[in-house]
């Protein structure tokens, strides 16, 4: 770490947090049924959709074949109950495709997401 960080800095930062919610998807022995293709396009337009709401603040789909099935992983600028209520919509949790957990989290106002040069990180 190259910055002090100062209890009252700590404090401030803490009175300004916002309940938010962190979804963890997770595909299912289901993901390759019939109709699979056509569900997860809607499910992907259903997800773009909450992100130009801003009800999804960050939005990021798994790429990977990880061994969890991870699908992908929301921060929601709603809490847990009612990203429960919204994700159970989802076309492809309707279709027993994905799984899900919301969890209670805080965000900070002015988080940002840094884009950084993918070519340093990897080497």
Do not use: Y
Not at 13 to 21: D, E, I, Q, R
Not at 41 to 70: F, Y
Request: charged share 20%; glycine share 6%; net charge negative.
């Amino acid at each position: 770490m190259t910055s002090t960080v100062t209890d009252t800095q700590i404090r401030d930062l803490a009175a300004t947090a916002n309940p938010a919610s962190i979804v963890i998807l997770r595909w299912t022995a289901e993901r390759h049924q019939d109709g699979a293709a056509a569900t997860e396009l809607e499910h992907q337009r259903r997800m773009v959709a909450l992100r130009a709401d801003g009800v999804i603040a960050v939005l990021c789909p798994v790429v990977d074949d990880s061994e969890a099935g991870m699908a992908g992983v929301l921060i929601m600028s709603i809490g847990a109950d009612e990203a429960k209520a919204l994700i159970a919509e989802d076309p492809c949790v309707q279709a027993g495709m994905m799984t899900f957990e919301a969890h209670t989290c805080l965000t900070f106002p002015g988080d940002p997401v840094p884009v950084h040069d993918h070519r340093k990180i990897r080497g």
